[in-house]
């Protein structure tokens, strides 16, 4: 059974331009999150999906975009990247049908992907 | 709002020794609390989680917490540390939303 599988692994960019970020959850996962994680600092929120909508977001501006997909996959999109965006992206998924609600509920994790802008 | 705090953003132990990775939390809600552990270039792995049903939780590889309502604390130990136990370890509540609030971690190094 694969886990969490992110795409690409490691990614350069320059300021300005745009990445797409992919996430592939757990087998019988339907709940994505996506987190960015600064060096030396804790991951922090962006979003989260479920059925195909963005249900909860993150302080984080409208130049992160994300979209989950009918087989439950999801893309993280970046736009106009700044240096402050390099970063590892973690996604991570979980079961919304388990018994306790979503805040109970583990979330497993990708090993991420880490973008870097020149 | 929630929040967790990590005291001490690295600790360094003897192998054998015990370990203590401290975490405070603020919440208005009784509290998910979590502790996930990160080893180099590689995602985060739960250790445990509290959910209500006791207040000292063990989890995987001879971890374990206690919860404290009293102190709002989670402290993560281990009574004999191994050298693969070096890492980042991670507490974090979660909303009721499933959205993980996470602090801002502490590296632990095992000497021999």
């Known amino acids: 059974d694969a886990g969490v599988t992110q795409s690409p692994t490691h990614l350069i960019k320059t300021r300005g331009q745009q990445v797409t970020l992919r996430c592939s959850p757990k087998s019988g996962h339907d709940t994505v999150s996506w987190y960015q994680q600064a060096l030396g600092q804790g991951p922090q929120f962006i979003f989260q999906?479920?059925?195909?909508?963005?249900?909860q977001r993150g302080n984080f501006p409208d130049r992160f975009s994300g979209h989950q997909f009918p087989n439950y996959s999801s893309e993280l999109n970046v736009n106009a990247l700044l240096l402050g965006d390099s970063a590892l992206y973690l996604c991570?998924?979980?079961?919304?049908?388990?018994?306790?609600?979503?805040?109970?509920?583990?979330?497993?994790f990708g090993p991420g992907t880490r973008l870097t802008v020149l | 709002a929630q929040s967790v705090t990590q005291l001490g953003s690295h600790v360094s132990v003897s192998e054998g020794a015990l370990v203590l990775l401290r975490c405070n939390y603020s919440s208005s809600v009784p509290p998910y609390l979590f502790w996930y552990v990160q080893y180099p270039n590689q995602g985060l792995q739960l250790l445990l989680k509290?959910?209500?049903?006791?207040?000292l939780v063990k989890g995987i590889n001879g971890f374990e917490a206690e919860f404290k309502k009293s102190e709002t604390s989670f402290h993560l130990t281990k009574p004999s540390a191994h050298m693969s136990d070096a890492a980042e370890y991670f507490c974090?509540?979660?909303?009721?939303?499933?959205?993980?609030?996470f602090g801002q971690g502490t590296e632990l190094s095992v000497k021999p």
């Open positions: 509290y959910t209500s049903a006791a207040t």
């Open positions: 974090a509540v979660s909303d009721q939303g499933g959205k993980l609030i």
């Open positions: 999906y479920y059925e195909e909508e963005e249900r």
């Open positions: 991570a998924s979980s079961d919304s049908g388990l018994a306790g609600g979503p805040s109970y509920n583990e979330q497993f």
